[in-house]
């Protein structure tokens, strides 16, 4: 079965930073877009960040662009998401997600849609205080 495994949540102060892992298995990974999403506690899940099956094309939010970076190391099954200067809004369970991008010879573009997405992470919780 597939699994996909975040690790890196914590508590930080403001300003400070974090980098989250999400391992993932069960599936192909040099196949799949990955994702970051967040919700924050009473709110609705939102996009974060995205990176195409073989790291080409990046998109992120406009509340992160400039202090989030996605990153993937296909060899190791893994996507990365290096969160900089951190503010007490980033405060969420971070979820991340696989949506398959290579079917045989065709290629999907990418999705900031949550609903696009196949597979999901448990999450992990990233707590920002002041």
């Known amino acids: 079965q597939v699994q996909l495994v975040e690790s890196g949540g914590a508590l930080v102060q403001a300003g400070g930073s974090l980098r989250l892992s999400c391992a993932a298995s069960?599936?192909?990974?040099?196949?799949?877009?990955m994702a970051w999403f967040r919700q924050a506690r009473g709110n609705e899940r939102e996009f974060v960040a995205t990176?195409?099956?073989?790291?080409?094309?990046?998109w992120y939010s406009d509340s992160v662009r400039g202090r989030f970076t996605i990153s993937r190391i296909n060899a190791q099954n893994t996507v990365y998401l290096q969160m900089n200067s951190l503010r007490l809004e980033d405060t969420a369970v971070y979820y991340c997600?696989?949506?398959?991008?290579?079917?045989?010879?065709?290629?999907?573009?990418?999705?900031?849609?949550?609903?696009?997405?196949?597979?999901w992470g448990q999450g992990t919780q990233v707590t920002v205080s002041s």
């Open positions: 997600a696989a949506d398959k991008q290579r079917y045989g010879a065709v290629v999907k573009m990418p999705t900031i849609k949550d609903y696009e997405y196949e597979y």
């Open positions: 069960g599936l192909t990974f040099s196949s799949y877009g």
């Open positions: 990176i195409s099956y073989n790291g080409d094309t990046i």
